[in-house]
Each structure stands twice: as structure tokens, then as C-alpha cells.
């Protein structure tokens, strides 16, 4: 099966718990992660085996992301799903 392909937007505390269970699904790959924090993105990067960091315009026009996984604080989600939707891409909110 094809994998899901999954951008992350937002890598601060609950992206742990969302790095642990994403790397354990067979049928779903983290392609890339977009922070404010750069640091924070690498190390989500770094946690599920390597995806590539981007800025939020560039993860959600990528052509590797299937679905942007909307991690960000409450104030930010709105701007988040909408830069996903005006590109064309599924969104999922935390
Ligand atoms: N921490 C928890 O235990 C917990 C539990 C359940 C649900 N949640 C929900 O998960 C979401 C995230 O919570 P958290 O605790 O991980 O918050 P957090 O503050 O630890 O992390 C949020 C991250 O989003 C980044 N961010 C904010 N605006 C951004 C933007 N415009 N573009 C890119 N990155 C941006 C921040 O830099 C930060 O790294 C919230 O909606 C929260 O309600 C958290």
C-alpha cells in the first residue's frame, strides 16, 4: 500500500506523543515538519527518522505531503488549516 504522507505543522509538546505513534503505523511516512522554532521541527525531524524541515508555505504546497497534521497552539490553527486548504491539501487538527 502507497503510504500516507504526513506534514507536521507544530512540534512542541504533543508532537512526541504524535512522533511515537505515527513511526509506529506501517502505512503512514512523515515527510516534513514546519516550526516557528527551527530546533523544535529538527528534533521532531530527528524523532520519527528523518523528514524535511520546512517553512508552513513550503510544507503545505510540497508534493510529498498527502495531509497536514495541525499540531499548533489553539490561536494558530486557524491560519494553519487554511494555508493547507487554500493549497489544496487535506488538514487534521489537534
Ligand atoms: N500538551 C498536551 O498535553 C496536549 C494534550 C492534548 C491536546 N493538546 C493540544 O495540542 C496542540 C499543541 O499543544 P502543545 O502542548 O504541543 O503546544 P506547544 O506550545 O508545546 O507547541 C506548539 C508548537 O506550535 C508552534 N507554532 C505555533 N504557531 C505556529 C505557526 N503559525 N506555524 C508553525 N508552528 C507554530 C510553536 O512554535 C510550538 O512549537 C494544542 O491545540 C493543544 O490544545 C495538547
Request: aromatic share 4%; net charge negative; no cysteine.
Amino acid at each position: 500500500m502507497t503510504p500516507l504522507r504526513v506534514g507536521v505543522v507544530g512540534a512542541g509538546k504533543i508532537s512526541g506523543q504524535y512522533a511515537a505513534t505515527l513511526t509506529g503505523l506501517a502505512d503512514v511516512e512523515v515527510t516534513a515538519v514546519a516550526d516557528l522554532d527551527r530546533a523544535r521541527a529538527q528534533a521532531f525531524a530527528a524523532a520519527v527518522g528523518g523528514a524535511a524541515v520546512r517553512t508552513l508555505d513550503d510544507l503545505v504546497t510540497a508534493d510529498d505531503v498527502d495531509v497536514v497534521l495541525n499540531l499548533t497552539v489553539p490561536a494558530a490553527h486557524a491560519d494553519v488549516a487554511f494555508a493547507a486548504l487554500a493549497a489544496g491539501t487535506h488538514v487534521s487538527g489537534e
